[in-house]
């Protein structure tokens, strides 16, 4: 919301230049977004006398004047106006002023000019008699300004319009208003914390609130069909009006706040909305049939053409105001085309009223229509207020439209608002707040915001040694019904700069249990970052298709369930599906650095995945959301250098690092068990049965085709799986050296070597330490059908082995796997 | 001494061992198992007549003697022509090349928030992305149809049920419901908010929120946790200033700037806003049965990207999500 600091020190004496004013609002929770100058000072204009003109001798249209500014010394200024005479008072801008002045072609744009003393067509010109455009004033252009004869000459130009009430210089203040403010959405409102915070009186216009009835109440009748949703309605009757343009203060204030000036009665009801922040409504009183106003909420869906002459579909159950024929209103959200004040407009009929704030929400979220009336009502105008606000704006329209006020008003008031109070401990705000405020500086700050505290014999509150108050509430203080809403105000107002930090603060005595979850996952992060792969974080939203395509069995959330998460409400469609899988954003990333010429990229990723099914890992009712872990590389792993030439990742590297981070979790025996799915080089992990996660291939699509490899890891099951081991337990070492035996067996290459590899361990007992395979050979004297595996075996024990041991355990080997695969040792 | 060994005695002397392959030609020759010449010596000394044979024993040991003294000589001399000023290795030559990784600006970011709110004994929850309304919302104070609920903007799943949490405060609603006070916990996660995608928003980035609730918590205690916090992550002549501001679950409630010095401003520099915290509001100590005239607390939250951005300067939240090599390179682990 703008507030304009002109506006605004019409109703406090505050002092403050506008860079303490924006400290102080911001610092008493009206945050300054934003700070914008409007026009000049007209530092250096004064108000000078034309004492002599004479033309140009070189040019036919510029005139030479001769202006006196009362010093003694009057100045030549060439002069271009059509209008300059002789005798004329006129605004001079001296020789350093620094004007805004309007571009000729486009007089929205003004660029600031520093006037100087200059020769125009061989005659010097020291200075500028200026046009109201030049002065910020008006778009006129059509000639220098004359002021009246007893405009006093050498005094300040500036000064002078302010005696008139015009100042073109202001400031425009952006403040940002939190939704438990609806006080403040006004000027008087700002200017009432200013005047609580400097100690200066609150200043409010002289206004003459008619009593109910009068007139008034002979002219029309107002009924209230809605009570719940419509707590008041004051009309207010104003005949005789001129339509027409707004003085030129008035208008200057609302072009201030950001408002366009329409026509005098228009601009009035604008104006003292931003005064007081109640909406006001002017109906012209011709067109609203019988006289009658009715509120009352819509039984069907309806349209209606608003004044901006659109056509609205309103849901039904909005509140509507209505004639005695027909609607003319969407209550508290814009008025009708068809009793709009017009040119035509001579009685009008000023709508003052009360509405529930969730109603009004309700229909400007409904019709995507939010209006400054809608803006304050749906966060809650004063309900004391509405006499007052009709009242100022019936006596403008008398003042400046040439109406005639038609005494008393119709003041239909089903809900009379209760005065509300509030019992306030001083020792509770002493508990929250953490400081001791003076008791009379919290009454004091209090009723300068318009509580009333009182302060209560001590007898009823045993155990109190500050005081307890009862605290009457402001009605335009909504959020504030309870005591911490006023202790709230105390801090707000005493300053959150002044409650000093306590030397030393206490921390509980409990001791929360060590994050494992956690540790783990800051281990294997680190532990990648270390091993060359860059972590990534990737959108978690993305198109349906695309999500549903990546919730595959194979992968960990597709193990859980079959529908991926939509959101209703998605900013795009491209946008609209919740990740199952980390391998669309990883694939994306990849696609994006080859797009940008990277030949070769590992990347990881930690993060949630999420499926529409109910599980045993659900948090909410139907569906699981699971955290995994993404490894995935493509193009170029190892680069060429003197060392060795460049090859491309496959399969095997990525599963190198996957047994890296098993081996580093202590996951023995994890079992890469082939598997179908729509990747090549397939393989699920299974640790003691329980699934793990996926690797194998995929591409990423574009111009490259170069494979990418990936695993994905249920990140939950791993981590499951490592703490379920506990802490380390230290085995002792064995002081006898250890027996190294290799074995090269030739076996059909149908048998897997993962498989041959877990029968020799399982084969080897206890002896065998250590099992690995070293070479994989095709070809030679082998048949086509076969392959020869060299495997390294290590034994060991906490005793001398003897040969014996050693050949009995590989005797039993080779039994084994001579059984199962009929694998033979290679002569 | 016999003649044949006062010869072989000569060899073993005068073979020049200046190479690998001629020692292990001498050790072949004079000590292999199965043909070495002293192995062979060794192996006729029951063959000796018992009077000669002590000699004889010496005299064969003292030339095996000899030959393992040479060798360990001859080896010692070969290794030591190896060593710095004596080889022809290239050390200018690059090293092999260990291929570098890093950890995303983000997770360093959080680390260090979350690392310093442990360090003042908080405890670390982590929650669901997909929320219920309730706790998101209700148990947190925001009123339906109230304005409030506009400074969040939603993604809802279900409606009026399921969403994106706009915010990771259900987590302490969940910690809180799972525990009796004191709770001194802090959340880090991933949350969502319905905006336009712009420099400046994404629709979703990552908080840190910190709760405590216990007896005798004031705002006073906020203020010292929040400022060292401040030192903490901007050094310690950080200026910091709270000001009030509006969050449902919190009253009264603050928002924290911190002074970034910018000698380019006019002021020589600007108020930058880092997080929002306040006083738990009473409602929500309520809404997970804590009696809120027994315990207070406080409840503090910060948004991770925000923090980042300002630490290392980056100025469009986007490239944050954009996963360009060239951007990651930067920030190492």
New interface residues.
């Given amino acids: 919301m703008i507030i304009s600091a002109n506006w605004l020190s019409a109703y406090v004496h505050h002092g403050l230049g506008i860079d303490a004013l924006e400290n102080l609002l911001?610092?008493?929770?009206l945050?300054v977004d934003g700070l914008e100058q409007i026009g000049s000072d007209l530092d250096g204009v004064v108000i000078g006398q034309i004492e002599h003109t004479a033309p140009h001798p070189n040019a036919d249209r510029l005139t030479c004047c001769t202006v006196s500014l009362g010093t003694g010394n009057p100045l030549q200024i060439v002069c271009g106006a059509p209008n300059v005479a002789k005798g004329q008072r006129v605004p001079v801008a001296t020789v350093g002023t620094t004007l805004l002045l309007p571009d000729r072609n486009d007089p929205a744009r003004k660029t600031p000019v520093t006037l100087k003393k200059v020769k125009l067509r061989g005659e010097f010109s020291e200075g500028m008699i200026c046009a109201e455009d030049e002065l910020g004033l008006s778009d006129n252009h059509d000639g220098i300004m004359v002021l009246p004869g007893d405009a006093p000459v050498g005094e300040s130009f500036a000064r002078w319009l302010a005696e008139q009430r015009v100042s073109v210089h202001d400031h425009a203040i952006d403040v940002a208003i939190?939704?438990?403010?609806p006080d403040a959405i006004s000027h008087i409102g700002v200017a009432r914390d200013v005047a609580a915070l400097v100690a200066s009186p609150l200043r409010l216009p002289e206004v003459a609130v008619p009593e109910p009835g009068g007139a008034a109440a002979d002219r029309i009748s107002i009924d209230i069909e809605a009570p719940e949703l419509c707590h008041r309605y004051v009309g207010m009757v104003v005949t005789g009006v001129r339509i027409g343009e707004s003085p030129a203060w008035l208008k200057q204030r609302l072009t201030a706040v950001g408002l366009r000036p329409r026509n005098n009665v228009v601009d009035i009801t604008n104006f003292v909305m931003h005064e007081c922040g109640q909406p006001l409504h002017a109906f012209d009183l011709a067109m609203v049939e019988g006289r009658r106003i009715r509120v009352r909420a819509t039984r069907t869906e309806q349209a209606f053409v608003t004044l901006d002459d659109k056509e609205r579909r309103l849901p039904e159950g909005t509140l509507m105001i209505c004639d005695g024929a027909r609607e003319v209103a969407i209550a508290g959200v814009m008025g009708g085309q068809n009793s709009e004040v017009t040119d035509e407009t001579t009685d009008v009929l000023i709508e003052s009223a009360w509405f529930e704030?969730?109603s009004i929400?309700?229909t400007a979220k409904a019709l995507s229509l939010q209006t400054d009336a809608s803006y304050r009502f749906?966060?809650g105008v004063d309900p004391t207020g509405q006499a007052w606000a009709a009242a100022r704006a019936a006596q403008l329209m008398c003042e400046l439209a040439g109406g005639t006020l038609v005494d008393g008003m119709v003041d239909a008031h089903p809900t009379p608002y209760e005065p509300r109070s509030v019992h306030v401990r001083g020792e509770r705000a002493r508990?929250?707040?953490?400081?001791d405020i003076p008791v009379e500086r919290v009454e004091g700050l209090l009723a300068a915001i318009g509580c009333t505290p009182v302060r209560l014999e001590k007898d009823g509150f045993p155990g109190q040694d500050t005081p307890v108050w009862d605290v009457t509430l402001p009605p335009y203080r909504p959020d504030m019904e309870?005591e911490?809403?006023v202790?709230?105000e105390i801090?707000?107002l005493h300053g959150?700069?002044n409650?000093?930090?306590?030397e030393r603060?206490s921390?509980?005595n409990?001791t929360?249990?060590p994050?494992l979850e956690?540790g783990l996952k800051?281990r294997v992060?680190?532990q990648?970052?270390?091993?060359?792969?860059?972590?990534?974080?990737?959108?978690?939203?993305l198109p349906v298709e695309k999500a549903q395509a990546f919730l595959d069995p194979a992968l960990p959330a597709g193990q859980l369930g079959e529908r991926v998460?939509?959101?209703?409400?998605?900013?795009t469609t491209e946008?609209a599906a919740?990740r199952p899988s980390l391998l669309p954003g990883a694939l994306d990333?990849i696609r994006?650095?080859r797009n940008?010429g990277?030949r070769g990229?590992?990347?990881f990723e930690l993060?949630?995945v999420?499926v529409r099914k109910q599980s045993d890992r659900s948090?909410?009712d139907?569906?699981t959301?699971i955290e995994t872990l993404l490894l995935a590389a493509s193009g170029v792993w190892k680069?060429q250098?003197?060392?060795g030439s460049e090859r491309d990742v496959d399969i095997f590297d990525i599963k190198g690092h996957v047994e890296a981070i098993f081996a580093s979790l202590r996951l023995v025996g994890v079992r890469f068990l082939p598997a179908d799915g729509p990747f090549p080089q397939l393989a699920r992990m299974e640790w003691d049965n329980t699934y793990m996660g996926i690797i194998g291939c995929t591409y990423a699509s574009d111009v490259t085709g170069q494979a990418v490899c990936f695993a994905e890891l249920d990140w939950d099951a791993v981590s499951a799986a490592a703490l379920s081991l506990g802490t380390v337990r230290f085995e002792r070492i064995s002081r006898y050296p250890r027996v190294d035996r290799d074995l090269a067996l030739v076996v059909n290459k149908q048998v897997p070597v993962g498989t041959l590899l877990a029968d020799i361990v399982e084969a080897g007992g206890d002896l065998l330490m250590d099992a690995s395979v070293f070479d994989v050979f095709e070809g030679g004297q082998l048949s086509e059908k076969e392959r020869s595996v060299a495997f390294s075996l290590t034994f060991g024990a906490h005793r001398t082995l003897r040969d014996n041991d050693v050949d009995t355990a590989v005797t039993r080997i080779l039994e084994a796997v001579a059984t199962k695969h009929g694998a033979q040792l290679r002569a | 001494m016999s003649e044949d060994l006062a010869t072989l005695r000569q060899e073993i002397e005068d073979t020049p061992l200046g190479t690998e392959e001629a020692i292990d030609g001498f050790r072949i020759r004079f000590l292999s198992r199965k043909q070495g010449v002293i192995t062979a010596l060794m192996k006729r000394i029951p063959d000796i007549a018992p009077e000669n044979r002590k000699t004889y024993g010496q005299d064969v040991n003292a030339l095996k003697q000899r030959v393992e003294a040479r060798l360990e000589e001859a080896q010692q001399a070969l290794s030591s022509s190896n060593a710095p000023g004596t080889d022809q290795t290239d050390i200018t030559l690059p090293g092999r090349v260990v291929p570098e990784g890093s950890l995303h600006p983000l997770t360093q970011t959080m680390d260090l928030i979350v690392h310093a709110f442990s360090s003042y004994g908080f405890q670390i929850a982590e929650g669901t992305e997909i929320e219920d309304d309730w706790h998101n919302f209700t148990a947190l104070n925001f009123p339906e149809d109230h304005p409030a609920r506009d400074m969040q903007d939603t993604f809802f799943i279900e409606e009026g049920k399921t969403l994106l949490r706009t915010h990771t405060s259900p987590v302490q609603i969940r910690v809180m419901k799972s525990q009796p006070p004191p709770v001194r916990v802090i959340v880090p996660g991933r949350v969502y908010r319905n905006e336009a995608i712009s420099y400046k928003s994404y629709c979703l980035f990552h908080q840190v929120e910190g709760l405590y609730v216990d007896q005798g918590v004031s705002m006073a205690d906020l203020k010292h946790i929040l400022h060292a916090f401040a030192r903490t992550l901007f050094g310690h002549d950080v200026r910091m200033r709270f000001r009030p501001s509006f969050f449902p679950f919190t009253e009264p409630s603050a928002e924290v700037d911190i002074w970034w010095p910018d000698p380019d401003l006019p002021g020589g520099g600007r108020w930058l806003e880092i997080l929002g915290c306040g006083m738990v509001d009473p409602n929500v100590l309520e809404a997970v049965d804590v009696d809120p005239e027994v315990y207070t607390g406080y409840a503090f939250g910060m948004g991770v990207e925000r923090i980042a951005m300002l630490r290392y300067g980056i100025d469009d939240i986007r490239t944050l999500y954009e996963n360009d090599v060239r951007f990651l390179k930067q920030f190492k682990s």
Avoid: Q
């Fill in positions: 911001t610092m008493c929770g945050e939190t939704p438990n403010r704030p969730s929400r309700r749906e966060r508990a929250i707040i953490g400081v309870r911490i809403d202790i709230e801090a707000r959150y700069d409650i000093p930090e306590p603060s921390i509980p409990f929360p249990d994050d956690r800051a992060r680190s990648l970052a270390s091993r060359g792969f860059r972590e990534i974080y990737t959108n978690s939203m998460v939509e959101t209703l409400n998605p900013i946008m919740l990333a994006f650095n940008h990277r990229v590992r990347f993060g949630r999420h948090v909410i139907g569906f959301e680069k250098g003197w060392t």
